[in-house]
């Protein structure tokens, strides 16, 4: 395009979207509410790193966006008159990707993330075109790796693994220099003085050096969270964030409440690990569960609600009002209102040397990370919920077999209709009903599966070095300690569910009953897979999250 040089070289298709050129009454809506400046040639605006990074509208003359990784700059693109700058970190108010200065000399208008916020939340054919740019910046630059930050591990390293899903999963753009594949890998061990011994290592901002890091201390070394005021009260903390805790974020924070959401990991929960979700609403084609995360993600930061990542809740001060959540951080967080949407985790395989393979060979998710570690090779995905067919049928595109193991005597009663036809009509997947695992074996990393036919009681054993389990579900819900009623299998009861027993143990001390979805502390509801009773879908959850959201309203005018 004649107003831009794009060294990411978009997909054509989509360029006009991700570069879009604003129409001078549009540019003079974003100036009503910035001011225009000059700016002259070589002039830094942001540099890397920089917090609240401004959002930039040339008027005239260029700005260049530079990337530095691993010590070496490259242009990202050369913005024109009618162009702006940002991505999605402009609206999370995390630091700057990249350097943004002036290639030549002209003027902009410049806004600072408050003000762009406004204009987004108000101007509704420029929140459209600015969000969707955003995004799809945030896709390019995840897609070619071009970020802020170089991960050097091994394709065999649980540890690495784990670092590519927490990035990936946080859709934060990084290159990957795999240490038994890439040529060049040493120069930079030695660059920045790493042993092979340290591996992974993390360099961040092209200067820090992060040794088999935390996701905790990656999220402090890329600012994913911004400090907390302990003596600012919140209307409302949700803590987790899959479908049914981001929708909770979205419609309060667009209903005008204060909302942080606490989220141990990254967002999406399980199903942020799942390939494609081909029964959501909206999406005929599919969604992938990162996809439809990152969109509500952004979504909700559109509206003003705050996030911290890698920061779940390790406790709720149930005995005093405004509640207080204390984090895994260390951060003491008091809010009038709580929802509850922590989930629930894959139940592991009952195997005495399973923790030895898990993310050397054993998987609780099935996304292009895990993918990449098994193409061309048979595989095993143990369960017979949708989780299990999404995995066994993206799996099958690219690996030899798919062996799906389920304990039951088949797929009618757990799983959709569209999945098992599907997988009924993939010769890449095997269905074994009545089978269960009942030994895994290798030397540091898996070789070997053996299987039980629990008909014959027949056992077999085959070279398999990958296996996904997504089986059961256990729920997060043990750093509540007691504050509110579980039921025998350690679900939260709510509402309806809650016995004149559980209040009574509780001292509900309201004259009316909880809330639909409330639980027996008044003012702290649970939504989603943590819920007793709850329905296993995406679209469940998300309505769950928007329901309690009302609900809350009415608490806080209590």
Not at 78 to 87: K, M, R
Not at 101 to 129: K, P, Y
Not at 202 to 221: E, F, K, M, S, Y
Not at 256 to 268: I, N, R, T
């Amino acid at each position: 395009m004649a107003d831009h040089d794009s060294p990411l070289a978009p997909l054509s298709a989509r360029a006009d979207q991700i570069f879009p050129i604003l129409t001078p009454a549009q540019l003079a809506r974003v100036a009503r509410l910035g001011r225009v400046r000059a700016v002259a040639s070589g002039e830094v605006l942001v540099r890397e790193g920089d917090p609240g990074v401004p959002f930039f509208v040339v008027k005239s003359g260029r700005i260049e966006v530079v990337a530095n990784s691993g010590g070496s700059e490259r242009v990202v693109v050369v913005h024109g008159p009618g162009a702006f700058t940002g991505e999605a970190h402009t609206l999370s108010g995390r630091p700057a990707l990249f350097r943004t200065q002036a290639a030549a000399d002209g003027e902009v208008v410049e806004l600072d993330r408050e003000r762009l916020l406004n204009l987004i939340q108000t101007d509704g054919e420029l929140s459209e075109i600015f969000m969707r740019a955003f995004l799809l910046r945030r896709v390019e630059l995840v897609a070619q790796g071009v970020g802020n930050v170089v991960l050097i591990g091994s394709l065999h390293s649980p540890a690495t693994l784990r670092i590519r899903e927490f990035l990936t999963r946080n859709g934060h753009p990084y290159a990957f220099m795999d240490l038994d594949r890439d040529a060049d890998v040493q120069d930079l061990l030695d660059r920045f003085h790493v042993a092979i011994s340290d591996i992974p290592v993390l360099i961040c901002h092209g200067v820090d050096v992060l040794r088999n890091p935390t996701n905790d201390r990656i999220a402090a070394c890329l600012g994913f969270n911004a400090p907390v005021d302990p003596a600012r009260v919140r209307d409302l903390v949700v803590v987790g964030a899959g479908p049914a805790g981001l929708a909770a974020a979205v419609y309060g924070a667009s209903e005008g409440l204060d909302v942080l959401v606490l989220e141990s990991d990254a967002p999406g929960g399980q199903a942020g690990a799942s390939s494609k979700i081909e029964n959501y609403l909206g999406f005929p084609t599919g969604i992938s569960g990162l996809d439809l995360a990152n969109r509500a993600y952004a979504q909700a930061e559109k509206f003003g609600a705050d996030f911290l990542v890698a920061r779940g809740a390790s406790r709720l001060g149930c005995d005093r009002r405004p509640f207080v959540l204390d984090t895994a951080g260390g951060e003491r967080i008091p809010t009038r209102a709580v929802v509850i949407a922590t989930g629930a985790e894959y139940r592991r395989l009952p195997l005495e040397n399973l923790s030895r393979y898990e993310g050397s060979g054993v998987y609780y998710a099935a996304t292009a990370v895990e993918a990449q570690l098994c193409g061309g090779e048979e595989v095993i995905v143990v369960g017979g919920g949708n989780s299990a067919g999404q995995a066994a049928a993206y799996l099958a595109r690219t690996v030899r077999r798919v062996h799906l193991l389920v304990r039951g005597e088949g797929l009618a009663a757990t799983m959709s209709r569209y999945l098992i036809r599907r997988i009924e009509d993939n010769p890449a997947i095997e269905l074994r009903t009545r089978t269960e695992v009942v030994a895994l074996e290798g030397e540091g990393t898996l070789e070997g599966v053996r299987w039980r036919d629990k008909r014959t009681g027949e056992e077999e054993t085959r070279p398999i070095r990958h296996i996904f389990v997504m089986t059961g579900a256990e729920p997060n819900t043990a750093w509540l300690a007691g504050c509110v009623a579980l039921d025998e299998k350690g679900f939260i009861k709510t509402g309806p569910a809650l016995s004149p027993g559980d209040l009574a143990a509780a001292r509900w001390p309201l004259a009316r009953p909880p809330h639909l979805l409330e639980t027996s502390l008044p003012g702290v509801f649970a939504v989603g897979d943590v819920r007793g009773g709850n329905i296993k879908r995406v679209a469940s959850a998300v309505g769950e999250g928007s329901i309690a959201v009302a609900f809350v309203h009415q608490v806080l005018q209590e």
